[in-house]
């Protein structure tokens, strides 16, 4: 599935660098029929503009890193990937082969039924569980917002805190909706500033990218990291003619 844009008015406050953005862009290789060969051209697109990291299917994290390696780049990769519904034995022994494959960051899928369910404990328990695999990476908790109410999204974001995690995340990019200003604007107000939002699903200009940061996103996932990155530094040789 694939989810519409982010529809929002061109952009008019200042323009950061390309670096800036680039570091905050997790270039994103998840689709299920990505070949090998789209897989080495994505690593190579995060690698020419030194995004934060690189997040792609568990299979392709041992070859990614191997393939980044002095880079910069971050490998990061996917746990529950898309549904969530994995058992959280299943989950943790998933993040713990991940990290040993060389994984810096885990992007994992919430139990969405028992977030809706109301059992704040049972999601948070798995967090934590995944949390104490990832030993010390970065875990990033993805609610999958299209599936949940604005209560539901505000528990999620809090269990995902007490559980320790790094960011809470909107979306899979696989569900009926992605990112939305709204979901950014009520997740970055229900965690501290330890937690840091990740913006993903739909996120695929510059103009849709600067407008979540500036209510609280941190990161996004992107599979049109070049599109973004040219735009901007089009826009930037253009203020500076």
């Given amino acids: 599935m694939s989810v519409t844009s982010i529809d929002v008015p061109p952009y008019a406050g200042p323009l950061p660098s390309v670096r800036e953005v680039a570091a905050m862009i997790d270039h994103s290789l998840l689709r299920p029929e990505l070949t090998r060969a789209e897989v080495l051209a994505g690593l190579a697109t995060a690698s020419e503009y030194a995004t934060a990291s690189v997040c792609v299917r568990p299979a392709d994290v041992a070859p990614a890193v191997a393939e980044l390696r002095g880079s910069g780049v971050v490998v990061g990769t996917v746990v ?26 885990i992007d994992m ?12 404990g049972y999601v948070e328990e798995q967090i934590a569980a995944v949390v104490a695999a990832a030993d010390g990476r970065p875990v990033k908790v993805i609610l999958e917002n299209a599936y949940l109410s604005d209560e539901q999204k505000v528990a999620g974001c809090a269990a995902s805190e007490r559980a320790g995690a790094a960011y809470v995340k909107t979306s899979t990019g696989f569900a009926a909706g992605g990112a939305t200003a709204e979901d950014i604007a009520l997740m970055r107000r229900s965690v501290s500033p330890r937690v840091g939002v990740k913006a993903a699903g739909g996120v695929r200009t510059l103009d849709a990218l600067l407008t979540l940061h500036d209510l609280g996103a941190t990161r996004f996932g992107a599979t049109t990291t070049t599109a973004i990155l040219d735009d901007l ?3 930037l040789a253009s203020r500076d003619e």
Avoid: S
Wanted: no cysteine; hydrophobic share 35%; glycine share 18%.
């Fill in 80 to 105: 529950g990937f898309p549904h969530g519904g994995a058992t959280t034995t299943t989950k943790v022994r998933e993040t713990a082969e991940l990290v040993a494959l060389g994984a810096g960051e």
């Fill in 109 to 120: 899928v919430v139990d969405i039924g028992r977030l809706r369910d109301g059992d704040a």
């Fill in 233 to 235: 530094a089009r826009r």
